[in-house]
């Protein structure tokens, strides 16, 4: 999950990090099966150069036991240090499996085909679910075995992510909010309900920008889950020093990890194998709540999804801006934001919750950015109650 520039590129000098003890510790195997020449006195008396056998061969012992044991150690951790990471986190119960979908291929308006998945009656409200960046609709697996049965739910993968095509041209806010909007037109049988975490409630807004006309009509309510109204580098812990790093540094990187994609999928790789994108993940973007499975599902991204792709979205996100809507939205909403989230700090929810006309807001604790999977029962009982308080109002003359 990469919704800022930081989090992306820490992810990949993690990477980087384990690739460099890949290489220091097969460099010292090679190393200690080499022959080493050394001074060796011969039988006239004269010094000269002889071959000698490295700690590798050398009667057992202490130094040959370290030259293999250490770098065979290093290996390990590298590419399965995974497992060494599993056992401080609890284990939890697998998900229900999901009821079956009616799958399907939408076209964006952008030209991307994109994956939607409907679950639950052909009528009634329903909820448009749209994932954060970086993932794809299965994370959204644990919430949705929390919402009332019967439950009328829309997934899909954003352009480039899971099972959709990338964008053709470049990737902005509004070709992804137009893509939003085909999904949208595709839902029949009842009013439509945006549900977006991180970047899909950014995107929720860059829709009530775009689209005006379709709110109170084909669009009947939001739901804003950990997200914010502009660019997340103005809205997450130590905003100063992310402003002064985002031209000189992030832009820069970003624009290297687009041109060089297989290179970082690979570092991404490396670093989810090693247990270091687990650790990441656990400290900047749960709250301790989540179970291993959880944690490993997310870790997962690091590598399923497309550097390239997830780069252009970064960039997308840091030239945007949303403030100038939010005393427009017309339409009920809800925004549920986790008390421990430092990458769309709660301080962006309340000032949605204020500007918004007719917003409530949630406050979850503990919950960190990946709040609607580690919290998914609270966040899914939020927005069952929202859906319900809609049904009512629209009942009540």
């Known amino acids: 999950m990469a919704a ?3 989090q992306l590129l820490t992810l990949y000098v993690l990477g980087l990090s384990a690739a ?21 006195r011969g039988a006239d008396g004269r010094t000269h150069l002889a ?24 290996l390990l951790w590298v590419f399965l240090g995974k497992f060494l990471v599993a056992p401080f986190f609890p284990r939890g119960a697998d998900p229900a499996p999901m009821p079956q979908a009616q799958s399907g291929v939408v076209r964006g308006a952008s030209g991307a085909q994109l994956a939607v998945n409907r679950y639950g009656p052909p009528e009634g409200p329903t909820l448009l679910l749209t994932h954060g960046w970086g993932a794809d609709q299965g994370e959204w697996r644990w919430l949705m075995q929390s919402l009332p049965q019967g439950t009328r739910v829309v997934t899909w993968d954003l352009p480039g992510l899971g ?20 999904v949208v037109a595709s ?87 090693s247990g270091l994108a ?8 749960f709250a301790g709540m989540q179970s291993w499975e959880q944690l490993d599902q ?10 390239r792709v997830a780069a252009r979205g970064v960039l997308a996100m840091l030239n945007w801006d949303a403030s100038d809507v939010l005393q427009r939205v017309n339409v009920a909403t809800l925004i549920i934001s986790g008390e421990q989230d430092v990458t769309t700090l709660p301080s962006a929810s309340d000032r949605m919750a204020q500007e918004i006309p007719s917003a409530r807001q949630v406050r979850v604790s503990p919950a960190a950015h990946m709040g609607p999977v580690e919290q998914d029962r609270r966040y899914a009982q939020a927005m069952a109650s929202f859906v319900g308080a809609m049904a009512v109002a629209r009942a009540t003359p």
Do not use: W
């Open 163 to 182: 099972a959709s095509t990338p964008l053709p041209g470049d990737y902005t806010m509004s070709a992804m909010a137009a893509d939003l909007d085909a």
């Open 20 to 40: 460099c003890v890949a290489a220091v510790a097969l460099y010292l195997l090679l190393r200690s099966r080499r022959p080493r020449a050394v001074l060796a």
């Open 4 to 6: 800022n520039p930081a």
């Open 278 to 285: 687990h650790l990441q993940l656990a400290s900047q973007s």
């Open 187 to 273: 839902v029949k049988g009842g009013p439509v309900i945006l549900v977006g975490h991180s970047i899909g409630g950014m995107l929720n807004l860059e829709y009530a920008k775009r689209y005006p006309d379709r709110l109170g009509k084909e669009v009947r309510g939001i739901v804003q889950a950990n997200t914010t109204y502009t660019n997340p580098v103005d809205t997450k812990q130590n905003p100063e020093r992310s402003r002064k790093l985002q031209k000189p540094v992030y832009e820069p990187a970003l624009r290297v990890v687009d041109a060089a994609s297989p290179a970082f999928r690979a570092l991404g790789f490396l670093a989810y194998q």
């Open 298 to 307: 997310t870790a997962r991204y690091a590598y399923r999804s497309s550097p």
């Open 51 to 74: 071959s000698h056998r490295s700690p590798l061969h050398a009667p057992a012992g202490r130094r040959r036991a370290l030259a293999v044991l250490l770098p065979l150690l290093m």
